[in-house]
């Protein structure tokens, strides 16, 4: 992350032109058509350097599994690349690591099980309710495997942002890393949007860019771009954060 900003930093500097290809992982000034570096991999546009909200941004977050996304949050907040805190975060799943995960880092997490409830609907408007007795400001879908409806997205309108583990609109909905390897692409990556009523169509924040190797599978591929989403999402959330006080001030 601390690596991003400053590469980030740097290229603010830079002219368009000369950012035909910038490394999130070597000095771009390194960079040529011929270097072997073919991991490298690009996140834009680039973020603000570490804006300051006064006061920080208060989220809440979803996921259903892992929680990798939501730690990560979790993590640019305790090194302070994130002016934010987490205030709720909700599961879906009672036995999902992400629940493991909040508990061991110390953010409230609070189940809304969808087995529960009768229809999509009715499981947005306890999102809803959980959000609003939190005063969130805005919230993250950081892995949440279910399909939202208005309720949620009317509730908090251009403040309800997703992440999906392809360059949308390529590839969008379910094993979108999957997708990319079938479709033989030589660049996927991950994007972090604003949530609409069609599935992965909202407009796009940001965005990484990785490439795909010969050499990777399913597993590999998905490594590396989850390695990406690490540092994508919190940035995102940023540009996000200046974006609702902007609109705030207006
Ligand atoms: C991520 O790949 C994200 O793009 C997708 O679900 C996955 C969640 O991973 N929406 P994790 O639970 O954050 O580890």
């Not at 992982?25 to 991999?41: F, H, I, L, T």
């Not at 997490?109 to 309710?129: G, P, T, Y």
């Not at 795909?212 to 399913?218: A, M, W």
Request: hydrophobic fraction near 40%; charged fraction near 20%; proline fraction near 7%.
């Amino acid at each position: 992350m601390q690596l991003v900003f400053s590469i980030v930093n740097k290229m603010n500097n830079l002219d368009e032109k000369e950012m035909n290809l910038i490394s999130t992982a070597s000095n771009p000034r390194q960079n040529s058509c011929y270097e072997k570096d073919e991991k490298r991999s690009l996140i834009w546009p680039p973020p603000p350097a570490r804006p300051k909200f006064n006061p920080r941004l208060n989220l809440g977050v979803m996921a259903s599994g892992n929680g990798s996304n939501f730690e990560a949050l979790v993590k640019a907040i305790q090194n302070s690349e994130l002016d934010a805190y987490i205030s709720i975060l909700v599961v879906n799943n009672p036995n999902c690591e992400a629940r493991r995960r909040a508990k061991r880092l110390g953010v409230p997490c609070v189940i809304h099980d969808h087995r529960e409830f009768s229809s999509r609907e009715e499981l947005d408007e306890a999102l809803v309710k959980t959000f609003t007795n939190h005063a969130v400001e805005g919230v993250v879908m950081a892995g949440w495997m279910r399909i939202v409806t208005p309720i949620l997205i009317a509730a908090f309108p251009n403040r309800l942002l997703n992440i999906h583990p392809s360059l949308l609109p390529s590839f969008r909905g379910l094993d979108a890393v999957g997708q990319a390897l079938k479709a033989r692409v030589p660049i996927s990556g991950c994007s972090v949007h604003l949530v609409t009523p069609q599935v992965d169509d909202g407009p796009v924040l940001a965005q990484a860019a990785v490439p795909v190797l010969s050499s990777d599978d399913h597993q590999s591929l998905s490594k590396r771009i989850q390695r990406m989403e690490h540092q994508l999402l919190p940035l995102s959330v940023a540009i996000a954060g200046q974006n609702w006080r902007n609109a705030g001030q207006n």
